[in-house]
């Protein structure tokens, strides 16, 4: 039983200390994609995700224009 004992706990520390890694390195990679899709999407819209002020004052003149159109 001793020497089950000392090869079986090493072979059993290891094992662990492989698998903790292993599922460090996935979550580690997951938040990485994550991080990078994100990006990608404010990349994709153009200007992060904000809609741009241009769309604002085509509105405000649009609103003059018929305010000034019905007067």
Do not use: C, H
């Not at 094992?15 to 999407?41: G, H, M, N, P, Q």
């Not at 992060?48 to 085509?58: A, I, P, T």
């Amino acid at each position: 039983m001793d020497g089950l004992q000392q090869i079986g706990l090493p072979v059993v520390g290891i094992v662990a200390v492989a698998a903790l890694t292993f599922y460090v390195v996935s979550f580690a990679e997951i938040r990485e994609k994550s991080f990078r899709d994100a990006e990608e999407r404010e990349d994709s819209d153009g200007n992060g995700g904000f809609k741009s002020s241009l769309s604002s004052r085509g509105r405000r003149a649009r609103r003059k224009a018929d305010k000034q159109s019905k007067s």
